[in-house]
């Protein structure tokens, strides 16, 4: 008997091993008590790493190994959820507000600083680690910080880079009549800062670009009516931070050309497979994201596939958009490991697209990456030199960037500055989708370049203005006018928002300065007050086409309309409700009377149709960083440091 058991157990063991395994699907919408749908909940299948967020409209899709296995829904400032799935494949979930108190936690940071005892946020309920922050620590430019993904695994952000920001301050208009910046399409701060406050903590001050967060959102901007690329529109109000002052609104809507009648495409995606892609939030989530794309191609649109990591290669060449399959076969067969030699990867890139140049068409590398380069052409000013010399063939570039922990956006803010292009970071599929699928042609096509505005104010309507956002887009004056002088591009059905915050003439500021007066220039206080009595200021616009070399100049004076904030657009009041929102995540010297209070009430009022439900998201961000601000630890005095902790080592970057 033993005997014939000892036979028939390994028969049995590779039954059992290749047994059919009962896995289900499970989709749903999760929403608040309101019936408000939630997006980025957290859907974890309970006892594994696997778990999936959901998308803007609430709604989800996993797939798990057991019927009977148990999901967990979780977010931040709701109470979690365990539900037992029970064969169900459809499960909708309502999550109610938490009861938030303030406990006392222990953060310790990597850096070179004791242990501290701050103040945290606890949910009762809550099975997350608690976040927090170690102010004054300055590792890789940045404060350090510290955060869990939703397997609650440990994320060291130490390592990701970002630039400091110095803030755009007020001038005196009699000192500087004009301002002058380009134009700046890009949105990554915003899913960024979106993928911080989602892990349960504040963003770093330099990831906050307040022009990003801006131009996220989509403005009801009429399309223009002429031949020119694009339709100029301005509104004026008072400030919502400080009822002194005025906010000025100037708008760009640029002209949307149907997919159908774009120009032929030549896209040569460059795709980081070093070892630091591996994790799931980025390669995989590459991988996913060119599916899409793929989809929205046409016969006449080609598309390579060049990757890096210990070297560059080419694992696709041209390949017609009618050619799915052949596409997607190889996009699956894309793995992670190995070193970034990404300079050698950007050369081939561009060298591939040179060689299959459309002309008059759209040709265009897309660098798919976490941004962290350190083969090869590794220092910020030699890839900015590349990317510079290449740009002048006429192929531009787009920086998606992915993934948390060594994420360098500093360095792939500069990649697309100098490479005539834009960059987005994908936080998520639904991202991908906005990027990718819904903004398809103002990604990808460019319809206008080297944008420039000058605003000259006119000093007896306005003594004081601020540009809110756009520090590393400024120009000087005499740039406006040179056309060897690179700027933004505006792509196909693209909008872009620019904020003054003025001070009118007659009110008292501590913001203006004062400085002597000048001895050898004339006497600007003599100005006449009927000159242009009626114009506050006036805008002028600089472009080139896509292939020119030559600006056309547009000038637009804009009337001081005094219009109350209730009676503005959406546009005027969602756009001032987001800035505001990046004033107080920046926690900027003007804010003002600036409060998330205000900033909810603005943006709900002004949230308008909002099919995607990107405005409703909005607005549930701003709600869980007036939780996590209320959490933050005050400033602290020397005694508050316990001394006898030990010293923890910098983490460095590789």
Known sequence: MKRVLLLIMPVILIFLAFRPVNSLTVSGTVTDDKGNPLSSVSVKYKGTTQGVFTDVAGKYSITISSSTGTLIFSSLGYETIEQKVKGKSVIDIVLKAANVKMEEVVVTAMAQQKSIKVRGMASMRSPSPLYGTVSGVQVNREEAYYGYTTDETKVDFNREGYDKIIENRFLKVIDNPLSTFSIDVDAASYSNIRRFLNQGQLPPTGAVRIEEMVNYFKYEYPQPKKNDPFSINTEISEAPWNKEHKLVLIGLQGKKIPTENLPAS???????????????????????????????????????????????????????????????????????????????????????????????????????????????????????????NERKSGVFLTVLGYGMGNYQDAKMQKLADKGNGNHAYIDGISEAKKVLVNEFGGTLFTIAKDVKLQIEFNPSKVQGYRLIGYENRMLAKEDFNDDKKDAGELGSGHTVTAIYEVIPVGVKSSFLQKVDDLKYQQNVKSLSKTLHSDELLTV?????????????????????????????????????????????????????????????????????????GYR?????????????????????????VDESEETMPVSKNK
Do not use: W
């Open 540 to 612: 002028k616009f600089r472009y080139k086409a896509p292939d020119g070399d030559v600006s056309k100049l547009i000038e637009h004076p804009v009337m001081d309309n005094k219009i109350p904030l209730a009676k503005t657009t959406d546009n005027f009041r969602f756009a001032a409700a987001v800035a505001q929102f990046g004033l107080l995540l920046r926690d900027s010297e003007f804010k003002s009377d600036a409060s998330y209070e205000d900033v909810v009430v603005l943006a709900r009022k002004a949230r308008g149709v909002d099919e995607e």
């Open 616 to 640: 409703s998201e909005f607005i549930r961000l701003v709600e869980s960083a007036q939780l996590l601000a209320k959490a933050k630890p005050a400033p602290r005095n020397k005694e508050d």
């Open 266 to 388: 030549n896209l040569v995606f460059l795709i980081d497979v070093s070892g630091s892609m591996q994790d799931a939030n980025k390669l995989p989530l590459v991988k996913a994201s060119m599916k899409m794309l793929v989809e929205q191609l046409r016969e006449q649109d080609k598309i390579s596939i060049v990757v890096y990591a210990g070297a560059a290669g080419i694992v696709l060449k041209p390949t017609s958009g009618a050619d799915k399959i052949k596409i997607k076969d190889a996009i699956d067969k894309l793995e992670a490991g190995g070193s970034t030699a990404g300079g050698a990867g950007i050369k081939l890139a561009y060298k591939t697209a040179k060689e299959n140049f459309v002309s008059n068409g759209n040709n265009r590398v897309i660098l798919c990456t976490d941004g962290d380069f350190n083969v090869g052409e590794s220092s910020d000013d030699a890839m900015e030199r590349l990317i510079e």
